[in-house]
């Protein structure tokens, strides 16, 4: 159809290959079909891409009120601290319609451009957006449930990459700590013992990867708690929609944003 943007697809489909690519476009013919349209709009891929990427949408899961209102604050939490981020990737969805196997809701952001590599502010921006569905349940609900454990992994994950992998620590200098494996071709070299880190520097990697989330678990802490009309608002608006643009709660940032900047009469 006219209103297909197939740079915005592109852009929300990083590192797909083009069988994925086609399974995509196929999705989005089968959705066209189903809703009588002869041709494929916009909508029709957005939500093609969401299936190959999430997975079916699964309203047959019903959770109850209690689990329901933990997943909207924890994905209004992701969202928040996306926008609140100079430089984090705009946020496109947010979602409390559960999809896929597991998921019970998801925040889709929308890359702006491909990059091949990331600064260590930006790295540590992606924690901190990680880290936002759990600080903003712990700050609506006073404790942290096992909804954050997948988050809780990828932020660990990327914090040991940072200090083990990229040299992203003062303490212990700029270094890597890794192994690398063997060559594809076996050498003299790989049959020599290999240097191992001490039970020391393994214990000062531990400690400097728990500075490193503990401090971007501060930061999102102030920002969320700076901004926690907006996070009462999103979350109310998202669980009587079940999805949300990021437009909507962009909206709602720039009108608390505003209020809160207006000189008192």
């Known amino acids: 159809a006219d209103d297909v943007a197939l740079e915005k697809t592109a852009a929300v489909t990083p590192g797909m290959v083009g069988a994925d690519l086609a399974n ?22 957005e939500e093609a891409v969401e299936r190959v990427v999430a997975g079916l949408e699964k309203k047959s899961r019903v959770l109850n009120v209690e689990e329901r209102n933990r997943v909207a604050y924890h994905e209004v939490g992701h969202a928040l601290v996306a926008m609140m981020i100079p430089g984090s990737d705009p946020v496109q969805k947010i979602s409390i319609i559960p999809r896929g196997i597991a998921a019970l809701g998801y925040t889709m952001q929308l890359p ?26 712990e700050l609506i609900f006073g404790e942290a449930s096992t909804g954050a454990s997948d988050d809780l992994q990828k932020a660990t994950n990327i914090a040991k990459r940072m200090i083990k992998d990229y040299g992203m620590s003062k303490k212990l200098g700029t270094v890597a700590l890794n192994q690398s494996g063997p060559s594809m071709f076996l050498t003299p070299n790989d049959l020599a013992p290999r240097d191992t880190y001490s039970e020391e520097t393994a214990r000062e990697i531990d400690q400097e990867v728990r500075c490193l989330i503990d401090a971007q678990q501060a930061r999102v802490q102030a920002l969320l708690t700076q901004i926690k009309p907006v996070l009462l608002q999103g979350a109310e608006q998202l669980l009587a929609d079940e999805v949300m643009s990021g437009d909507s709660l962009q909206e709602l940032l720039h009108v608390n944003h505003k209020t809160a900047t207006q000189p008192s009469t």
């Open 112 to 137: 702006t451009e491909d990059r091949y590599f990331l600064t260590q502010s930006e790295l540590e921006s992606k924690i901190a957006i990680l880290l936002g569905g759990r600080v903003a349940e």
């Open 24 to 45: 995509v476009i196929n999705e989005g013919a089968l959705l066209a079909v189903r809703r009588n349209r002869e041709t494929v709009e916009q909508a029709d891929l």
